[in-house]
């Protein structure tokens, strides 16, 4: 695993608990997969059902999260529906994957952020995906 990513449970369907040990947030795009799921694999231009956790680099409060809401989000993958730290890393994933990704504001919010859920320009994303269905 890489040694700048945080810690997360392996629990598949578990709500995410994301703890920090190392203060820099890595260089560029990262995906961990966390748990390898055995369902079908995801392709770009499918629609994606997933449950994720999302928080700013170093912060415990997520700034959005289908787990809290105990309702998984559909939308089509790999075709610019959703930021770009989503469309490059969760194809080519299986349904019953758990993904650790880390998003710099390029593949993010970019520069201006996204100021009504507390994410700034220069913000690191940090989100936990669970694929829960593809089609």
Do not use: C
Request: proline fraction near 7%; glycine fraction near 14%.
């Amino acid at each position: 695993m890489y040694m700048s990513m945080p810690e997360v449970n392996a629990e598949f369907g578990a709500k995410p608990e994301i703890r920090f040990t190392d203060g820099e947030a890595p260089k560029g795009l990262k995906s961990v997969e966390i748990i390898e799921g055995d369902g079908p694999m995801v392709r770009n231009g499918d629609t994606v059902t997933v449950n994720y956790h999302g928080v700013v680099w170093g912060k415990e409060q997520p700034f959005d999260s289908s787990f809290d809401r105990h309702q998984p989000a559909s939308f089509a993958i790999g075709v610019g529906q959703v930021i770009q730290g989503w469309d490059r890393t969760v194809p080519g994933h299986n349904v019953g994957s758990r993904l650790l990704v880390s998003i710099p504001p390029e593949y993010g919010y970019g520069r201006s952020g996204m100021p009504q859920a507390g994410i700034g320009g220069d913000d690191t994303l940090v989100f936990v995906i669970d694929i829960v269905s593809t089609r």
